[in-house]
């Protein structure tokens, strides 16, 4: 274990010198986990165009292998969600064998009740009770799907809502809703989880029927346990200060995940940490402190939180746009890891407004890149994901060996 790099020696006296344990620092950035969406690695585009990419994954497979490399060159991206039915296939043992054959674990199981004709004004909250029985049918299939593949957690999200004030009935869709949740839920195989995701707006205009936390979290109390929420960072008003829902939903025991991305004006899949990285880092920064908290964190909510990608990249190299974003998480968590509690603590209770706004920056502007490498390093990783990737020519060989797929073929076709 080399600690050639001068940087890192710098940063880690500098660390030891304020009390940090280094080593419990560098063992929580080693387990870090990051979920990639196999959504990603398929062609994707806007509402105006899908601009087909040059070794776009076309099958599940190459999904999966695309998947894997981003996890050979991070070291914390071990498992991918799947989305039925884009990602369906016949033999899900042999999907299974092949994942792990290419050291890759399928994680969350993604529902699609969205892109049908029958889902034009909604699914589980649809008026007529033979479109919510369709939808049903398909999210307790994808449970059948969890319990083959291992997943632990059954990822929804509802295009449901209405774009006219008088089209239906909010109560009444809100009671469709619980009641097909909760038939859902008693489907679910134990140590499973359903995670509720939420959205204000898009594709309904007027009202959505899971718009915010609250209503996932209300949702999520009736069911039971097994229910909890799933923030997704792009699906929020601007504005929005996510890291205080994160704080709440923590507390309160039911933050069940994440759907990483990030997004300038309304949700669109940017890269996670691009637009705003204090915001990423501000969000670590409560899981962090829950993670470490004294006071009791309900049901060890902190650890158990899934920590997963939700971006489909339309103009930039896919494969490098995820290794990327994996990075950009890495950092975050980094940074929040050195956050000097005790003393921020300190701050706080003398009602040193600034001075305690002050020692929350000193992490954040603590350049982490050294100690990251020096991570990576200690896992066998290359210290540089990025130049790694380019080396290898990952991005031009699935170039040639795919080519360039049809705009349909096999990812988000795009909002
Ligand atoms: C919806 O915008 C969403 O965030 C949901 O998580 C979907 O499953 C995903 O994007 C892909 O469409
Ligand atoms: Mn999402």
């Not at 600690?3 to 344990?21: E, I, K, M, R």
């Not at 806007?46 to 599940?60: E, M």
């Not at 909010?170 to 195989?189: C, D, F, S, T």
Request: glycine share 8%; charged share 20%.
């Amino acid at each position: 274990m080399s600690n050639s790099n001068p940087a890192y020696q710098l940063l880690a006296s500098q660390l030891q010198d304020g009390g940090f344990d280094i080593e419990n620092i560098k063992t929580k950035l080693k387990q870090q986990h990051i979920e990639t969406p196999s959504w990603g690695y398929g062609n994707s585009g806007t509402r105006f165009r899908v601009f087909p990419w040059p070794g776009a994954a076309r099958t599940t497979k190459e999904k999966l292998a695309d998947a894997a490399m981003v996890h050979q060159l991070t070291g914390v991206a071990p498992s991918v969600a799947l989305h039925i039915p884009w990602d369906k296939v016949e033999d899900w043992d042999d999907l299974k064998k092949y994942a792990a054959a290419i050291g890759i674990k399928i994680g969350a199981i993604n529902p699609n009740v969205f892109q049908d004709e029958v889902y034009k004004f909604g699914s589980i909250c649809h008026a007529d009770p033979a479109v919510r029985k369709r939808a049903i049918v398909h999210i307790l299939e994808c449970v059948e799907i969890m319990k083959i593949t291992g997943s632990r957690d059954l990822s929804l999200w509802f295009a449901d809502g209405t774009n006219y004030a008088g089209q239906d009935s909010i109560r009444g869709r809100k009671h469709r809703m619980q009641e097909a949740l909760a038939e859902i839920y008693h489907a679910l195989p134990p140590n499973t989880r359903m995670l509720i995701e939420y959205k204000f707006f898009e594709p309904a205009f007027y009202h959505t029927d899971l718009a915010d936390w609250g209503i996932a979290y209300a949702a999520a109390l009736k069911l039971g346990p097994q229910a909890q929420v799933l923030v997704d960072t792009g699906h929020h008003a601007p504005g929005t200060n996510i890291e205080h829902i994160v704080a709440i939903l923590l507390d309160e025991g039911r933050l069940g995940g994440f759907h990483f991305n990030n997004r300038k004006y309304a949700d669109d899949d940017l890269i996670v940490g691009s637009v705003n990285p204090y915001e990423l880092f501000l969000i670590f920064n409560e899981l962090v402190a829950a993670a470490v908290s004294k006071e009791k964190v309900p049901s060890n909510c902190a650890k158990n939180v899934a920590y997963m990608i939700d971006q489909s990249h339309n103009i930039e190299p896919k494969i490098e746009a995820m290794v990327q974003s994996v990075i950009n998480c890495q950092v975050a968590l980094a940074k929040a890891l050195l956050v000097n509690r005790a003393k921020l603590a300190e701050r706080q209770a003398a009602g040193d407004v600034l001075g305690a706004h002050r020692e929350l920056n000193a992490a954040y502007e603590t350049d982490v890149r050294p100690l990251l490498a020096q991570v990576r390093e200690e896992m066998g990783l290359p210290s540089d994901p990025i130049a790694a990737l380019q080396a290898r020519r990952y991005e031009e060989k699935i170039a040639q060996e795919r080519g360039s797929a049809s705009a349909e073929g096999g990812g988000f076709p795009g909002a």
